[in-house]
């Protein structure tokens, strides 16, 4: 069942994305009267198609091979070659016809529209849901193994600055415009002191090959309800009780009581937690459980399914600002901003050599395993998900490589210079030469997904 949703959602994601792209081709070649040919989804190879119909002089269609798309503009030399339209003159609506100006918009049209989708993902989530503070004084859960770790920060810690700059929320530490910066230190609270610990080099490819972060605001592990009928209920656990540890193991985080009894279904445990009867209307002070609650040490037997029947309360000190219309336009273009600048920045790290090419880089195999993960987590992450990929999508057809959008942008600016085409000969083996480079990087990504899962 898992390996079937990573086939769904990588297909969904993949869908969303190159329908957007090709849309932006789509429709600034109708604005500047361009005849489109075919417009598919997927790609159509030995004529291998799901679905297909025309409408007018176009014909929409959905290929078997969902890797990517395209459209098929009269006129233009694109990854079909086809040059039948030269022993011809050129005709009002073919794409050689018109003015440079126009070309470029159309070449530059994906790369336009997959930038507007990231926009309008951001907008969508700021006013669906507003904006996320989570504030600092939300000590921090790390993961064992991740880079955070590796660099000495420690569960509990409380982030205090950035590069000397004073934090007021997570997100701004977490920033993926920090986190891609040339330098990178944080100043922690610990135990009443003040650490300095530093990324180390190649950082994002740690956080890559960690698969993540690996860092968090603890969620303690505060019991919302005690469901009836339930193992817990029947242990006398109470609702607003603290878990401090189980079979002797302290425990901090929620998924770490989550994860010790899923892993214990059907074997008594003993459950150590505190109480302090709540007030009501007041919010849970957790410093104020541990100093003054009752401490009670219970055996309880998990389910079946390893469950007991509790649920967690939210207790992290989070806020949601609601931003409004105007503000979450320019929430949405502000964050696609930043997304861009860190992808640009990523690419230049890989080119440079400050990052591992082979742990940066991901092709199908890593796409469909993070889009599953994202979709597991929620809309939400999921949609951030696809504003990541759609930018990465943009930056990458716009460098200037043969057979990408930024390679032909290049050539058809080259013309409008020099005030005349260059021979098709030219073209075709350049487009050729880009081709071969493009399906050999395919290729070595492909075989670096399987062999760097």
């Given at each position: 069942?898992?390996?079937?949703?990573?086939?769904?959602?990588?297909?969904?994601?993949?869908f969303i994305?190159?329908?957007?792209?090709?849309l932006?081709?789509?429709?600034?070649a109708?604005?500047?009267?361009?005849?489109?040919?075919?417009?598919?989804?997927?790609f159509?190879?030995?004529?291998?198609?799901?679905?297909?119909?025309?409408?007018?002089?176009?014909?929409?269609g959905?290929?078997v091979?969902?890797?990517?798309?395209?459209?098929?503009?009269?006129?233009?030399?694109?990854?079909?070659?086809?040059?039948?339209?030269?022993?011809?003159e050129?005709?009002?609506?073919?794409?050689?016809?018109?003015?440079?100006?126009?070309?470029?918009?159309?070449?530059?049209?994906?790369?336009?529209?997959?930038?507007?989708?990231s926009?309008?993902?951001?907008?969508?989530?700021?006013?669906?849901?507003?904006?996320?503070?989570?504030?600092?004084?939300?000590?921090?859960?790390?993961?064992?193994?991740?880079?955070?770790?590796s660099?000495?920060?420690?569960?509990?810690?409380?982030?205090?600055?950035?590069?000397?700059?004073?934090?007021?929320?997570?997100?701004?530490?977490?920033?993926?415009?920090?986190?891609t910066?040339?330098?990178?230190?944080?100043?922690?609270?610990?135990?009443?002191?003040?650490?300095?610990?530093?990324?180390?080099p190649?950082?994002i490819?740690?956080?890559n090959?960690?698969?993540?972060?690996?860092?968090?605001?603890?969620v303690?592990?505060?019991?919302?309800?005690?469901?009836?009928?339930?193992?817990?209920r029947?242990?006398?656990?109470?609702?607003?009780?603290?878990?401090?540890?189980?079979?002797?193991?302290?425990?901090?985080?929620?998924?770490e009581?989550?994860?010790?009894?899923?892993?214990?279904?059907a074997?008594?445990?003993?459950?150590?937690?505190?109480?302090?009867?709540?007030?009501?209307g007041?919010?849970?002070?957790?410093?104020?459980?541990?100093?003054?609650?009752?401490?009670?040490?219970?055996?309880v037997?998990p389910?079946?399914?390893?469950?007991i029947?509790?649920?967690?309360?939210?207790?992290?000190d989070?806020e949601?600002?609601?931003?409004?219309?105007?503000?979450?336009?320019?929430?949405?273009?502000?964050?696609?901003?930043?997304?861009?600048?860190?992808?640009?920045q990523?690419?230049?790290?890989?080119?440079?050599?400050?990052?591992?090419f082979?742990?940066?880089?991901?092709?199908?195999?890593?796409?469909?395993k993070?889009?599953n993960?994202?979709?597991?987590?929620?809309?939400?992450?999921?949609?951030?998900?696809?504003?990541?990929?759609?930018?990465?999508?943009?930056?990458?057809?716009i460098?200037?490589?043969?057979?990408?959008?930024?390679?032909?942008?290049?050539?058809?600016?080259?013309?409008?210079?020099?005030?005349?085409?260059?021979?098709l000969?030219?073209?075709?083996?350049i487009?050729?030469?880009?081709?071969?480079?493009?399906?050999?990087?395919?290729?070595?990504?492909?075989?670096?997904?399987?062999?760097n899962?």
């Open positions: 069942m898992d390996a079937l949703n990573t086939v769904f959602f990588f297909i969904v994601a993949i994305l190159v329908t957007a792209h090709e932006g081709h789509f429709l600034t109708k604005l500047f009267g361009m005849r489109v040919d075919k417009f598919y989804i997927g159509d190879f030995f004529n291998l198609r799901i679905w297909k119909k025309k409408i007018g002089e176009t014909e929409y959905i290929g091979f969902p890797l990517g798309g395209y459209v098929k503009i009269a006129g233009m030399i694109d990854e079909s070659l086809d040059t039948g339209f030269q022993s011809s050129p005709e009002p609506w073919e794409f050689r016809a018109k003015p440079v100006w126009q070309r470029l918009i159309v070449l530059a049209g994906g790369v336009m529209m997959n930038l507007i989708l926009i309008l993902i951001f907008i969508g989530i700021t006013l669906a849901i507003g904006e996320s503070r989570t504030n600092v004084s939300n000590p921090a859960y790390v993961e064992k193994g991740s880079v955070f770790a660099m000495g920060m420690q569960t509990g810690d409380r982030f205090v600055a950035a590069n000397g700059k004073t934090l007021e929320s997570w997100e701004q530490a977490l920033d993926p415009e920090l986190l910066s040339r330098h990178l230190s944080y100043t922690l609270k610990r135990s009443g002191n003040d650490i300095t610990i530093s990324a180390p190649g950082f490819s740690k956080i090959t960690d698969k993540g972060i690996g860092i968090r605001p603890i303690p592990p505060v019991i919302n309800d005690v469901l009836e009928k339930m193992p817990a029947a242990a006398g656990i109470k609702s607003g009780a603290l878990i401090t540890a189980i079979n002797g193991t302290r425990v901090s985080d929620w998924t009581v989550v994860g010790i009894i899923s892993s214990n279904a074997k008594p445990i003993t459950v150590e937690w505190q109480y302090l009867e709540p007030v009501k007041a919010d849970v002070d957790i410093e104020k459980i541990r100093a003054e609650g009752s401490r009670f040490t219970t055996s037997t389910d079946q399914t390893g469950k029947g509790i649920s967690l309360k939210q207790t992290l989070t949601r600002r609601k931003l409004g219309l105007a503000g979450s336009l320019a929430s949405g273009v502000r964050q696609t901003w930043k997304m861009c600048v860190m992808t640009v990523g690419f230049a790290k890989i080119a440079s050599g400050q990052e591992d082979r742990r940066s880089v991901g092709g199908p195999i890593k796409i469909a993070i889009a993960q994202s979709a597991e987590q929620g809309p939400v992450s999921f949609l951030y998900f696809l504003s990541m990929l759609s930018i990465s999508l943009a930056i990458i057809n460098l200037p490589i043969p057979a990408l959008d930024g390679g032909q942008f290049v050539l058809n600016a080259i013309e409008g210079i020099i005030r005349r085409e260059l021979p000969e030219v073209k075709i083996r487009q050729q030469i880009g081709m071969a480079l493009l399906l050999a990087l395919f290729a070595y990504i492909l075989i670096n997904d399987i062999f899962p």
